[in-house]
């Protein structure tokens, strides 16, 4: 059974930062793109970054510069360093484990609630 597990969000103040990780069980960790994807109240869920097993990495433009993914193969988990945060950061991140091969396998987490408030 594949289990995504995020952890680390909460309420945090505009120009702070969070640290958010992803426990990944019941895959191949290395053999998947590892990424975060966020959505916000009333939005569609959006990328945030990816990152390949080679360390290739993708963001999201608006947070390019302030976020940064990481993954730890030993420890199948994915993290994301979230730093001058902003109101519009807030919500709902989710981790997101994909291959493609001759099938496409895509699992995600169930969410954790980030929010950027005074």
């Known amino acids: 059974q594949v ?3 995020e952890s680390g969000g909460g ?3 505009p120009g702070g930062s969070l640290r958010l990780s992803c426990a990944a069980s019941g895959i191949i960790f290395s053999a998947y793109v590892m ?3 966020r959505q916000a109240p009333g939005k569609q869920r959006e990328l945030v ?3 390949h097993d080679s360390g290739r990495t993708n963001y999201a433009d608006s947070m390019e510069g ?3 993914i990481s993954r730890d ?3 199948n988990t994915v993290y994301l360093q979230m730093n001058s945060l902003k109101p ?3 919500a709902v991140y989710y981790c997101n484990a994909n291959k493609r091969a001759l099938v ?3 699992y995600w987490g169930q969410g954790t609630q980030v929010t950027v408030s005074s």
């Open 104 to 106: 496409t396998y895509d």
């Open 35 to 37: 990424g975060w994807y």
């Open 88 to 90: 519009e950061d807030t």
């Open 3 to 5: 289990q995504l597990v």
């Open 73 to 75: 193969n030993a420890k």
């Open 49 to 51: 970054a990816v990152m």
């Open 66 to 68: 302030r976020f940064t």
């Open 11 to 13: 309420l945090v103040q």
